[in-house]
């Protein structure tokens, strides 16, 4: 049975009823790139180019700024986040040059990854080549994957390799294939240098194994052989955790501290609004698909368990973005069935032109600011006016005496701040950046002989408790994000030596 020839209305298969697949049934073989229809490819080439040329438009995010500047140190790990996000910043400004765009093309070709992942997910389900187009046309329309599409953030690869993972447990749950056990370790190690969120998808899958089966599964030794190739990759990793008293619980609970509140009111609006209202409601029919199949039953269980521990945890929306792929995934193989798809595609179409608006930059930067986008999007009110903060930092920098700029060095409140005057401080010809915040903090405080500094965000209050003597210099303007209205403050001659004061101004969000 080819892709082609599958039926598309949702009819029951093999994979479908009560006593669900069994291994050696109505299931899928061969190399999934070369029977996936032409639609789906094209699809994904078509994402990637639409990300690529939208690429320049605004400017860097505050995170992808923070990444580059990591990336210039690598290591095992740091303080708030695994390495692998920041060797993609390195090793793109390495290999395509030190620009915004080189940072975004790993985001795009991601995304053109995402929109395969998840159309071959629609056909590990049994959708044929309407369900699977639909799969590839909703997920390359969907807010979530444009963003990460468009700027490299560390959900960028997660979303790649949670689907991907997904995927190798479909093919484990409906064909009975011990074999993707071991890929499912080696990509699970691979992720664990994202981020360590792995291990919600394993730990709610796993316990909806447990409560709906299939438990023949646990049996097979490769699953044992999988978790082990996982713990080997994902050693060095958690190594640096051990020996740096696991700063990723640490983060965890600072983030509950700060986000956690407002992460929990906006955790049910925002599982609509992630992949589009439209989106939401195939994902609905996709939860009902799995809970019918007894074989993959424990995926449609695994959602709301990994909700229930986001929302106690206080944990991002976003985090259960993974989740919704796959339901979104399950749901294209019911929809591609249904008699109203005529409506179904126009609704699509409209969804899809108000993710662009919402996700890419195609609202000009001048005017973001008093849009609706703004609120909605962090990461496109967060991409404009980067550069205009190490502009600004320069104006209140060549305004001090020569002798005095001479010694001078910044401080920075937060790492957007930090990455924006570390990457333009060739052209402004700014001195040195420090900040307390997060992996930076362990970075260090100023040289000793360190008398005058330019602050950026510090509170004039707190830094005068400080220095001996401090004074304003400017406030931030033209952005439409947190950075609008911080304060620039020049101060002088510390009251306690550096190493003394660096534990004051450590913080962690």
């Known amino acids: 049975m080819t892709a082609d020839n599958e039926v598309t209305g949702g009819a029951p298969t093999a994979h479908d009823g009560a006593g669900g697949a069994h291994p050696g049934g109505d299931v899928h073989t061969g190399s999934p790139l070369t029977r996936q229809p032409r639609a789906v490819v094209a699809i994904a080439a078509a994402t990637v180019a639409v990300l690529l040329a939208v690429s320049p438009w605004y400017g860097y995010h505050r995170d992808e700024l923070y990444f580059r500047m990591l990336g ?39 995304a053109g990854a995402l929109v395969v992942l998840v159309a071959l997910a629609a056909r590990e389900l049994s959708g044929g080549r309407a369900a699977q187009i639909l799969a590839a046309a909703g997920t390359a329309t969907s807010v979530l994957p444009l963003l990460a599409g468009h700027s490299l953030l560390t959900l960028t690869p997660d979303l790649v390799l949670w689907s991907a993972i997904t995927l190798c447990l479909l093919r484990v749950l409906l064909r009975g294939d011990g074999r993707y056990w071991l890929w499912t370790g080696a990509l699970c190690g691979i992720a664990a240098y994202n981020r360590d969120l792995i291990v919600v998808l394993l730990g709610c899958v796993g316990l909806g194994v447990l409560v709906a089966g299939p438990r023949e599964v646990l049996r097979d030794r490769r699953l044992w052989a999988g978790a082990l190739l996982a713990l080997v990759i994902a050693s060095p990793n958690l190594l640096y955790q051990m020996t740096h008293d696991w700063p990723q619980f640490q983060m965890a609970d600072a983030l509950r501290i700060d986000e956690g509140a407002d992460n929990r009111v906006s955790f049910l609006p925002l599982q609509i609004v992630l992949l589009g209202p439209v989106q939401a409601v195939i994902c609905v029919a996709g939860w009902l698909r799995l809970w019918r199949n007894r074989r993959v039953r424990s995926l449609a269980i695994a959602y709301p368990v990994a909700c229930a521990l986001i929302l106690y945890t206080g944990g991002r929306p976003d985090y259960a973005g993974g989740f919704l792929l796959y339901l979104f995934a399950a749901g294209c193989v019911s929809a591609a069935g249904w008699r109203w798809r005529r409506a179904l595609i126009t609704a699509l179409a409209v969804n899809a032109v108000v993710a662009v608006v919402v996700a890419l930059p195609v609202v000009p930067a001048a005017s973001l600011g008093g849009t609706p986008v703004a609120a909605m999007n962090e990461v496109a009110r967060e991409s404009v006016g980067m550069r205009d903060v190490a502009a600004q930092t320069a104006q209140a920098v060549n305004a001090l005496p020569a002798a005095e700029r001479a010694g001078a060095v910044l401080l920075a409140a937060n790492y957007g701040e930090a990455g924006a005057l570390h990457r333009w401080a060739g052209e402004f010809g700014l001195p040195a950046v420090y900040s307390g915040h997060n992996e930076l903090w362990w970075w260090g405080p100023p040289p000793k002989e360190t008398r005058v500094v330019v602050s950026v965000g510090y509170p004039p209050a707190g830094l005068a408790t400080v220095f001996a003597r401090c004074a304003p210099a400017g406030t931030l303007s033209g952005m439409p994000g947190e950075e609008q209205g911080v304060p620039i403050t020049v101060c002088h001659d510390p009251v306690q030596p550096w190493r003394e004061l660096w534990p004051r101004v450590r913080h962690y969000s």
Do not use: H, K, N, Q
């Open 72 to 110: 210039e140190r690598p290591r095992l790990g740091y303080f708030d986040t695994p390495p692998l996000t920041p060797v993609i910043a390195r090793m793109s400004t390495a290999i395509f040059g030190d620009t915004v765009v080189a940072l975004r093309i790993v985001p795009a070709l991601c």
